[in-house]
């Protein structure tokens, strides 16, 4: 092991690009952290909704009650969504088409009045799955909900105290949306992680994350900042292969389903 290696952060994002609950445990899925993108807003075709077209989205704070879902923002009244929820629906991520169940008539006016376009709140239809593409899967089956792509998305401070050192102005970690975030890592030491295990869960990380605009939105305010940090990022993390530049990588579970990851926790690393 590694000395000095462990968990900093740990957060989930309820609903798909909106904001985050950080916590101190975490119950740990095939799909990723429990209840992590299990909601996601769609158009009238049933697509995607992110930051990168709508960054007020950011402003929306969900809580999590009795397998149902309280969002807030401002100028609203909460919205209560319950976990019984009928109506199946197709909605589409990228190239994948999924099945959802759509939240109802309240939930769709909510968030369509808060971010002034025809909308609609959907969750994932847990009797279904969504596989990762089996190119980046090491041979593993591996599953992921309303994320863009992978269960985890994995950060060090190590990267983020490079980064910031390079940026006009530092940046929080909230703006990059990591689910793990480990401390004790030189700069850009994951990239070369191969797995890391903390108590009996073992994730492998199996593609670097490129990175669109999102992280130039103002996590606190919705409001897109310039071309920051991805101007910095291009000018030394431009990856050819994958035509973006990349910042923190995207994980897959191999074993310790169910188990639990905390805040605090030591983590192994094979491979770095």
């Known amino acids: 092991m590694m000395p000095g290696i462990r968990i900093s952060a740990l957060n989930v994002h309820p609903v798909k690009s909106c904001a985050a609950i950080p916590l101190e445990d975490a119950r740990v899925l095939p799909t990723g952290l429990e209840s992590d993108r299990r909601w996601m807003i769609v158009d009238a075709r049933g697509r995607y909704q992110t930051q990168r077209e709508l960054p007020r989205l950011a402003l929306i704070r969900p809580r999590l009650v009795d397998g149902g879902l309280i969002a807030a923002a401002p100028g609203m009244p909460?919205?209560?969504?319950?976990?019984?929820?009928?109506?199946r629906v197709t909605v589409s991520i990228w190239d994948d088409q999924c099945t959802g169940i759509d939240a109802g008539e309240p939930a769709a006016r909510w968030v369509s009045d808060f971010l002034g376009r025809p909308l609609r709140l959907v969750s994932f239809d847990m009797g279904t799955r969504?596989?990762?593409?089996?190119?980046?899967?090491?041979?593993?089956?591996?599953?992921?909900?309303?994320?863009?792509?992978?269960?985890?998305?994995?950060?060090?401070?190590?990267?983020?105290?490079?980064?910031?050192?390079?940026?006009?102005?530092?940046?929080?970690?909230?703006?990059?949306?990591?689910?793990?975030?480990?401390?004790?890592?030189?700069?850009y030491q994951e990239d070369h992680i191969r797995e890391f295990t903390a108590g009996e869960v073992r994730i492998r990380l199996v593609k670097p994350c490129a990175r669109c605009a999102i992280p130039s939105v103002d996590q606190g305010t919705g409001e897109r900042q310039g071309d920051e940090p991805l101007r910095t990022l291009k000018s030394y993390r431009w990856d050819r292969a994958l035509r973006g530049a990349i910042f923190g990588q995207n994980g897959i579970l191999v074993s310790g389903a169910n188990g639990r990851l905390q805040v605090g926790q030591a983590v192994e690393v094979a491979g770095a």
């Not at 990591?178 to 700069?187: E, T």
């Open 130 to 187: 969504r596989p990762v593409a089996p190119r980046w899967t090491d041979g593993l089956d591996a599953a992921a909900l309303f994320s863009d792509a992978f269960p985890f998305l994995v950060l060090s401070e190590g990267s983020l105290e490079d980064l910031n050192s390079r940026l006009p102005q530092p940046l929080p970690m909230n703006r990059f949306r990591p689910n793990i975030v480990l401390s004790g890592l030189a700069p």
């Open 78 to 87: 909460e919205l209560s969504v319950g976990a019984d929820m009928p109506e």
